[in-house]
């Protein structure tokens, strides 16, 4: 990991650009390594173990590809076994010899040990994925201090981290069988970091003030390789991995940002041109080497890299184990104040002598909660940054109002007292401006300052004493700080609370609030979230919560509850207060309320109770908590405040961005980014996927709809979610359809909200779900949305407007597919009748009925009739596509592969195949390589195959376009899971 130098004699002082570490992570990619110049781990082998230099690793790896995966290497068609295990497709004795060949060819030997007792300058290791059970292991080429660690031979490693699932067979070194390591860390920065962390500053675990340099090098577009052995597991886990890389480099690079920003965090990834190539694709070494060079030959990668270089030609000196000791003597020798430290203040490095003029004094409102339970982390987090030696002023915890952020500070409240006899400890309550005075003059009664001056302030005089020397050590918790206002005061109004809290290098501040705005400002960086519970910890403060702990005995219940709740605090003591109240019901009982009428859910959710060790005057029932918040940001943006409308109508899981209305929507004026970021401030929404996808806790979305209804008319908010989301719905095309999917859940739910509403719009939006769903392969729910469509569409629309067409032939095709012919050619024929006697030959909406018809015939074995409508299309579109070009193509394409079907039904194979790859010849000509219009006119010339009794190349034609048709219709979709059967 640390760049090759010779360690330093001369006696000279270390310094970060000379001595500091230099760190390098590849990630996983197969043939597409090449765009980071490698498989990962086979060439950080190579690099570091085998001593070889970038241009010999190039060439070994290129000839090791080529011999591994031509079709010579070929051991299994299938990557599944007929018992739907999967299999090695490549022959790994090709694997093991091409390795041993490149070991042998630098003068190594195999059964060399990749630790063999020799410092060999550049630490390195990789990373194996164990099968059972499922765990990373660090393979290393130096011995770790105070760790075991697999011992292994340099081609061993090499094996176990290459040994990729379905590709090649897995791996035993010892009693250890492993596979790809791609599947444990396809990413492996932060194996990296850990890595170093245990190497250089295994104490204090502060790696980053140590690394003067860190590169991580992508391979471009993830692959999807799964460890699951069953077909059924494997193909439901696809997916799972194809964002796993980038998601983590944007996790980490957030944890590095100052090392981003001052040029020594590099990530360089291709991010365009690698989609569609697979592992195996060892041919499409041209396009790899082009889309790097065009990747690092742009404008916006010669910045990164120039500073990378410059970064890198200033070290000097191989890193020593002690280079942590080494940086921080020199920092604090030259620069007291710029010592090593990642927090907001130092204390001095000689602590003047306390001349304390009282014992230490301790303000708490409320006694220790003796049903507190696991947060054990989050406080661990508090005493380390109050109490280490360059300990934080400041830190904010922050959450969601419910999730128990003042629990948490009570409990560390009484952690103090009892641990740390020298710390005063205060509590200011920041509910209201009345509520914060109180605490001062609580303060200042348990200090004994109110009798000193009665003319003065309290605040100045508790501040300028806690801001003295004799006030000694101290804690103060300022709780609730939720309202930016009164926290942080305005430009044209009274200071803030923040404003009159007291400074001293003996304090520390903890806040608590809901807002990340607030929790940034007081705080600066030093920011802890405090998330739900998990179901163990939640478990077990239900059951200390009960009276009756006979109703925990159906442990799938109280799961399901514990699930219900979102393993919120609050909210689990709420449901407790009320099942101990009302002991003749059980949490069976409880979850049916829930699970019942809105009208039932609400009164639950909104029941007040007593608790007291909860601030007086703060509402306690979980959905009242929120809707104080909500008020809030009312005050605040009235364009949140229709987001909260809009989200109230919609599911509260998974919300694309996109769908969220803005500064253009037309029916929610005023929302804007501000108002999006608002949300997430309050933790009402969570972002994910890079900000692309948003989430809502379930009692969060509730509480919206609570408080909704009472501040604004229902139907009039009902009908704003439909007019917004008929009007962002995608286009109806295939490339389309991952986003029309991503809208069609909330959708559902507004249309299941909005039975009251009857017009245009309500019936617009049902026939987007409508062609949704059948485009999904969903084709019962499909005709029961297009055909209330349907019905209004012949009421409302003329009989040749193409929304009413369209409507008619999607309904037509949902009938096809759920096998009722005899619909479709009924209301088929008869539009068809009209239209030819009011519109010309070649008029869209004629063109397409015909083809609908043409499709119904076919399922209703009038196949001859399917035939002559076909063949006249056909005929028609060659006529018209000179002039109007790509307009027709989609339908050109969609009846040339028809007309193959039909042809292939009364076993005229030849044709069938002469016409389809006719259609084939259009498509490279007009469509991307990933067009989902491809992939179905592969399907069907896979059909046709499989109709002529030609198996071999049935099984090769899917085997290629299964994973488009995973990636571009789903893993669910009729077509997607019938070719996966077949290969199964």
């Not at 065009?294 to 002690?322: F, M, T």
């Amino acid at each position: 990991m640390a760049e090759i130098q010779p360690v330093s004699t001369d006696g000279r002082p270390p310094s970060l650009d000379e001595d500091g570490l230099c760190l390098l992570s590849l990630d996983g990619g197969g043939v597409r390594g090449q765009s980071s110049l490698h498989k990962h781990s086979l060439i950080a082998i190579m690099l570091g173990r085998l001593e070889m230099d970038v241009d010999e690793c190039i060439a070994a790896y290129n000839h090791l590809i080529e011999h591994i995966f031509s079709e010579k290497a070929r051991a299994h068609r299938f990557r599944f076994s007929l018992r739907g295990q999967t299999q090695a497709r490549f022959d790994s004795t090709r694997l093991e010899d091409a390795i041993k060949q490149t070991i042998t060819n630098k003068g190594f030997s195999p059964s060399d040990f990749l630790e063999n007792g020799i410092d060999q300058g550049c630490k390195t290791f990789v990373c194996a994925a164990s099968k059972s059970p499922r765990s990373t292991f660090r393979l290393r080429s130096y011995k770790p201090l105070e760790k075991s660690s697999v011992s292994a031979t340099i081609c061993e490693a090499a094996l176990a981290t290459s040994a990729a699932s379905t590709f090649f067979d897995p791996v035993s070194i010892g009693n250890m069988e492993f596979v790809d390591g791609a599947l444990g860390a396809n990413n492996p920065v932060d194996e990296v970091e850990g890595e170093a962390t245990e190497i250089w500053c295994p104490n204090t675990g502060n790696l980053q003030p140590l690394v003067k340099c860190f590169i991580s090098i992508g391979t471009g577009v993830p692959s999807t390789d799964a460890i699951a052995d069953r077909v059924d597991k494997f193909l439901s886990t696809l997916a799972k991995m194809a964002t796993e890389t980038e998601d983590t480099a944007e996790r980490f690079v957030r944890r590095w940002r100052q090392h981003y920003r001052e040029g020594r965090y590099f990530r360089f990834n291709v991010d365009q041109g690698l989609q569609t190539v697979g592992m195996k694709e060892y041919k499409a070494k041209g396009t790899i080497e082009g889309v790097t060079n065009r990747y690092l030959d742009s404008q916006a990668q010669r910045l990164p890299i120039e500073r990378c270089v410059a970064n890198l030609k200033l070290k000097k000196r191989r890193a020593n184990h002690n280079l942590e000791d080494a940086i921080r003597d020199v920092k604090t020798q030259n620069h007291p104040s710029q010592a090593p430290s990642l927090c907001r203040t130092l204390e001095p490095t000689t602590k003047p002598s306390l001349q304390k003029s009282r014992s230490p004094c301790h303000s708490i409102p409320f006694l220790r909660n003796q049903n507190f339970v696991g947060r054990q982390k989050v406080i661990e987090e508090f005493k380390t940054k109050f109490f280490r030696e360059d300990h934080c002023q400041r830190v904010a915890l922050v959450g969601l109002g419910g999730v128990g952020k003042t629990q948490v500070a009570l409990q560390f409240a009484h952690w103090v007292c009892a641990n740390k006899p020298d710390y005063s400890v205060f509590w200011i309550s920041a509910l209201s401006l009345n509520s914060f005075e109180q605490s001062y003059i609580e303060i200042a009664t348990t200090l004994g300052l109110l009798d000193q001056d009665k003319s003065q302030d309290t605040k100045a005089v508790v501040r300028r004493f806690l801001g003295s020397k004799d006030a000694g050590p101290w804690v103060l918790i300022v709780d609730n700080a939720d309202d930016q206002d009164m926290v942080l005061g305005t430009l044209d109004g009274p200071d803030g609370i923040d404003q009159n809290l007291p400074e001293s290098v003996y304090g520390r501040i903890m806040f608590t609030t809901r807002s990340r705005e607030v929790a940034t400002s007081v705080a600066s960086g030093e920011v802890i979230e405090l998330h739900e519970m998990d179901l163990e910890t939640a478990s077990l403060f239900l059951n200390r919560s009960l009276v009756n702990k006979q109703l925990l005995g159906d442990t799938e219940t109280v799961h399901e509850l514990l699930k219900e709740l979102n393993y919120l605090p609050l909210a689990i003591t709420q449901a407790a207060a009320y099942l101990n109240a009302q002991n003749q019901v059980s949490i069976k009982r409880y979850l049916q309320l829930l699970h019942g009428t809105e009208k039932e859910a609400v009164s639950l959710v909104t029941r007040e109770f007593y608790d007291r060790t909860r601030q007086k005057g703060s509402r306690n029932a979980v959905a009242t908590t929120w809707i104080v918040s909500f008020e809030e940001i009312c005050s605040r943006d009235q364009g949140a405040a229709q987001l909260l409308g809009f989200i109230s109508q919609i599911e509260p899981k998974a919300i694309p961005r996109w769908i969220l209305p803005n500064a253009q929507s037309s029916s929610h004026p005023g929302v804007s980014e501000d108002s999006i970021g608002l949300l997430c401030s309050f933790s009402f929404l969570a972002a994910r996927n890079e900000g692309e996808i948003f989430d809502m806790h379930s009692l969060v979305h509730l509480a919206t709809r609570i408080w909704a209804q009472s501040v604004e008319i229902l139907r009039e908010r009902k009908q704003r979610a439909i007019n917004h989301l008929t009007t962002v719905c995608p286009p109806k095309e295939w490339r389309e359809l991952p986003l029309r999917r991503a809208l069609l859940p909330h959708a559902l739910k507004t249309l299941s909200e909005s039975q009251d509403v009857q017009n245009d719009g309500l019936f617009k939006l049902y026939s987007q779900v409508g062609i949704t769903l059948h485009m999904n392969g969903r084709y019962s729910e499909a005709i029961v949305c297009l055909e209330r469509s349907h019905v209004w569409a012949v009421g409302n629309l003329p009989e040749t407007d193409r929304e009413r067409l369209d409507i008619q032939n999607y309904l037509a095709e949902s009938y096809l597919n759920g096998y009722q012919p005899e619909k479709a050619i009924g209301f088929l024929e008869d539009s068809l009748a009209s239209l030819e006697h009011v519109v010309e030959r070649d008029n869209e909406g004629l063109l397409t009925t015909k083809y609908c018809l043409a499709m119904a015939y076919i399922q209703s074995c009038q196949v001859q009739r399917s035939i002559e409508i076909l063949e006249e299309l056909v005929t028609i579109y060659e006529e018209i596509m000179g002039g109007l070009g790509l307009k027709w193509q989609a339908g050109h394409l969609s009846t040339l592969v028809m007309l193959a079907s039909a042809y292939a039904a009364i076993d005229q194979f030849d044709k069938a195949i002469w016409t389809i790859k006719k259609a084939q010849a259009i498509e490279d000509k007009v469509l991307t390589v990933d067009d989902p219009d491809r992939a179905n006119t592969a399907w069907h010339l896979a059909a046709i195959y499989h109709q002529a009794g030609q198996t071999t190349k049935t099984i090769e034609l899917l085997e290629e376009t299964l994973p488009l048709m995973e990636r571009m219709i789903g893993l669910h979709h009729p077509h997607t899971w019938g070719a996966a059967t077949y290969l199964g």
